[in-house]
Each structure stands twice: as C-alpha cells, then as structure tokens.
C-alpha cells in the first residue's frame, strides 16, 4: 500500500515571504500522479497543483510550484510571495495510475500553514 | 457551473441512530467518491462510485456504513447505529470518468458529523 508523509505538522511565514511544505511517499508503482490540495477552515478541498509521475518537468501554477524528485520520492510545495489567503491545512496526496480509480486519493497527515502579517 | 454540493452542512446525533449524508456531485461526472476525516485517522477514502457500476466496499470502516448512488448522480452514505467514533468531517468528491487516475477530483464542502 502506498504511503504519504507530511513531516511538517506546522509552517509559518511572514506575508511575501516565500514558504516550501515537504511531502514524501512510498510506492512501488512507476504511474502515478501527485496532488497537493489546500483546506481553509471553510473545510472545502481545493486543487492547488497536480504533477504527473512521467513528466520530468515541475509543475507550476502562478505563485505555487513543486519539486518533484522521483527518486528519493519526494514532492515538496514552495509558495512564493506567501499572502494571507494562503493560511490552510495543506494536504499531499497520491493517486495510483492504475486500478482505474478505485483506490481514491492516499493522503498525509497535513501540514498547517500560518502566515504572519 | 456549480460545484459538488452536500447536505446537510452539519449533523448532530445519538449513539445509535442512523444517519444519511447526501452528496450531489458537479453535473457531467461520472466518478463519485466518499472520504472520511477525522483527527485521529487524518483523511480516508471510503468508496468510489463511476456511473452505475457496482462499488468496491471494502474501504468502508464496517458494516454499518453503507453508500448507494441512484441514476448516476447524486449519492447517499449512511451509517447505521452510529457510534462516537463515526464523529467525522465526511468529503465528497467527483471527477469525469476515471482513465488512469489522472483526473482532478472537485471536492464538497463536508458534512460534519457529531454522535453524542
């Protein structure tokens, strides 16, 4: 069974500052995806960046970007000019790309992100 | 166009009564999941519904919970003889139709459950 590790229960930055969320998994698979979604109090999950586990190239979506390191199987979360809207759990997840979709996503723990005025 | 939808927002109940949670996903897909995330457990997947097709069940915690889909669409979990330990946020999620596990899946604001 694959595993997710968020070794970060807690992060704070200061506003602009940039911040980056570890995450690491244990699979044996060689397709899967990555995800990292974000939670504000409202409780709703929202997609923040998804990375395919056969692309070489980092994703990137405006001010959030990953470094993904198949090897060492290793998916951090850098944000870049933190702002307040940015305060939430954060969640890693995996998704095997077999199965067709009936394992469902396999998430850490999470980490909570402050961010200072 | 509207998001996944699910009612109610929070729940209050007895140990030992039974509850239904609804999930009405975004119109157009066909892959309906049920997460559940509590404190000492963080998030679970529970089930996962693509179209008509029966459910793999085994990620339900037990046999007390169980989860249908009528027409495709909309879905209910239900729980029955609740117990304390069922206190959970329960998460809804659907995504188009499953290929490879690629697909994003558009999550519910949750449905809080306490059990007194």
């Known amino acids: 069974a694959q595993t997710v590790t968020q070794s970060q229960p807690e992060m704070s930055v200061q506003e602009a500052e940039t911040v980056t969320l570890s995450c690491t998994y244990d699979t044996s698979e060689s397709d899967y995806y990555l995800f990292w979604y974000k939670q504000p109090p409202s409780r709703q999950m929202i997609l923040v960046i998804r990375q395919e586990a056969y692309k070489q190239q980092n994703a990137t979506e405006n001010r959030f970007s990953v470094n993904f390191q198949k090897a060492a199987k290793s998916f951090s979360l850098k944000i870049s000019d933190s702002q307040l809207g940015d305060a939430a759990m954060y969640f890693c997840?995996?998704?095997?790309?077999?199965?067709?979709?009936?394992?469902?996503?396999?998430f850490g723990k999470g980490t909570h992100l402050i961010i200072q005025p | 166009g509207a998001g996944v939808s699910q009612s109610p927002s929070n729940k209050v109940t007895e140990k030992g009564k039974d509850v239904e949670l609804r999930c009405d996903p975004i119109s157009g897909h066909t892959a309906l999941y049920w997460y559940r995330q509590s404190l000492g457990q963080g998030l679970e997947f529970l089930i996962y519904f693509q179209g008509n097709s029966a459910p793999d069940k085994s990620g339900l915690p037990s046999d007390r919970f169980s989860a249908e889909r009528t027409g495709g669409s909309v879905s209910t979990l239900t729980i029955q003889r609740t117990q304390q330990e069922d206190s959970a946020v329960y998460l809804c999620?659907?995504?188009?139709?499953?290929?490879?596990?690629?697909?994003?899946?558009?999550f519910g604001p949750g449905t809080r459950l306490l059990v007194l």
């Open positions: 999620a659907s995504s188009l139709a499953v290929s490879g596990g690629q697909e994003t899946q558009y």
């Open positions: 997840a995996y998704r095997s790309g077999t199965g067709g979709g009936a394992d469902g996503l396999t």
